[in-house]
């Protein structure tokens, strides 16, 4: 069952809905305010990624003070050391199979095109492994708990179905990296969503999730640079 009162209604649902996927975009471009100021690329790389973490802390008070519920709809699940081990891994398996059958698929199709912007990203990773880390710490923390911790749930009690919930949260997830300006760089995200929106689902512990997020972008990013 959802952790939310009855007293929610379906235009404040929309409105949540919203405000989670707004906030998140217009951090995500909040360095563009800087380009024409002298700054280099990699402090405007650091500013955009605190201001996705200003805009965590915003939808955190948006669900205490104006939602007035739980950001987190569903209680988290405890598990022992082991079964979360185990859990973590299980996770971190299909998602690497999902992603592996994808890039299959785009081979296939050959739907390949290289993104300029992630290419000048991974130049300011190899002159800063802080920066690298950084990244995938925010990627990790502030993407699950908004788009699976928050959003999720709450596609679900608007639909009341888990489905269209699962599929439009994912979908949502991938459009915010359309910046990087391939069709690719949005695939790839919407699939890594549909596996952790299912996970999710299952096991309710945003931890697991965000840990395998947080791994995932450290060993690919790694590879790439």
């Known amino acids: 069952m959802l952790n939310i009162s009855n007293s929610a209604k379906k235009p404040s649902l929309i409105i949540s809905i919203i405000v989670s996927v707004l906030l998140p975009v217009l951090a995500l471009y909040s360095h563009l305010l800087f380009k024409n100021l002298g700054i280099s690329r990699e402090i405007q790389f650091y500013i955009s990624r605190f ?17 007035k519920q739980p950001f987190l709809l569903w209680k988290e699940t405890e598990y022992s050391f082991t079964d979360f081990a185990i859990a ?9 199979v999902a992603v592996y059958i994808t890039s299959l698929l785009i081979m296939l199709f050959k739907v390949t095109a290289e993104s300029v912007v992630l290419e000048k990203a991974l130049a300011l990773f190899k002159k800063s492994y802080l920066l690298l880390f950084f990244t995938c710490v925010t990627a990790g923390i502030t993407e699950e708990l908004i788009f699976r911790g928050y959003l999720l749930p709450r596609l679900e009690l608007l639909f009341k179905n888990k489905i269209p919930a699962i599929i439009i949260s994912s979908v949502l997830f991938g459009l915010l990296h359309i910046g990087y300006g391939t069709l690719l760089n949005v695939i790839g995200p919407i699939v890594i969503g549909l596996v952790f929106a299912i996970q999710y689902k299952k ?13 995932w972008d450290l060993l690919l990013l790694t590879a790439k640079t």
């Open 88 to 96: 973590l891994f299980k996770t971190f398996v299909k998602l690497f």
């Open 51 to 67: 201001a996705i973490w200003a805009s965590l802390l915003l939808l955190l008070l948006y669900a205490a003070k104006i939602e």
């Open 203 to 215: 096991y309710r512990n945003i931890k697991i999730l965000i840990i395998c997020h947080f791994l």
